[in-house]
């Protein structure tokens, strides 16, 4: 049997779908999911002093933090992703002023370049210092933040499925608000079919495809975004610049796991579509589609829709 369940996890939508025996082993294994989600969230979350994330931000410019085995991975995955990207992807965006961009419908003009530079100065990969044999976290300078927004909901996804399968799930999905990841079969043999948001329409899909043992990410300004002099800003910053980015509606991100998937949904979306597709096309084993403000869509060379 399918069982599925939907829980309000990290501020997001989590979705669960697990195949097996019957209903109480499946909600037994759904529970263990979710159980595991809930213990990431409270490592990496912001909002409660509690969390190692908050103890490394508060000791910016002071002292390294000691963190465990689990947070120091993902740290350093983060900042090999910040390395490929060449720092489109960053997750010391934290210290960005969060009054500067409001995308509210009081925001009718962009502020000037100076001002737009000052609000990401804090934001570098490079002043987050790793000490290997220490398992220590310093960010250099006062006031940076780290935060894991852009990686969060993936790794959360795939710590899931991991959990999961080791506990004798063979087909399932975990869908984290769009970032998923799927392996084994539905119940009639076929492999998920997986939808591809349509950024015009909520709940509507563009393109479907079928999947086994991959993951799917999409970030898009459909959500989130002003309009200023007729132009769509996206709520997703920059961290060059300092201004949000125009001209793409969404990125899709095909990736053997969700933690990849979700990581680099962004920096495409700052790079843009041609340095992002050709950026991609470079990378084994990962696809991407990307739907420009138009409604064009783009294709990196590996990817087949049906």
Known sequence: MQQKRVEKLMGNRFEFTVLGPDEKWCTEKIDLAIEEIRRIEKLLTTFSTDSVTYEINENAGVRPVKVTEEVFSLIQRCQMISKITQGAFDISYGGIDKKFWNFDLNMTSLPDAETAKKSVALINYENIIL???????????KGMRIGFGGIGKGYAAEMAKRKLIANGVESGIVNASGDLSAWGY????????????????????????KITNTAVATSGNYEKFVMIDGKRY?????PKTGFPVSGIKSVTIIAENAEIADALATPVTVMGIEVGLDFINQLKHIGCIIIDDNDTKYFSHNIKLT
């Open 131 to 141: 000490d290997v044999s220490e398992k220590t976290v310093f960010l250099k300078q």
């Open 186 to 209: 539905q119940e009639n043999g076929e492999a998920w079919t997986i939808g591809i948001a349509n950024p015009n329409l909520r709940n509507g899909i563009f393109s479907t495809f």
């Open 234 to 238: 996206s709520h997703t910053i920059d």
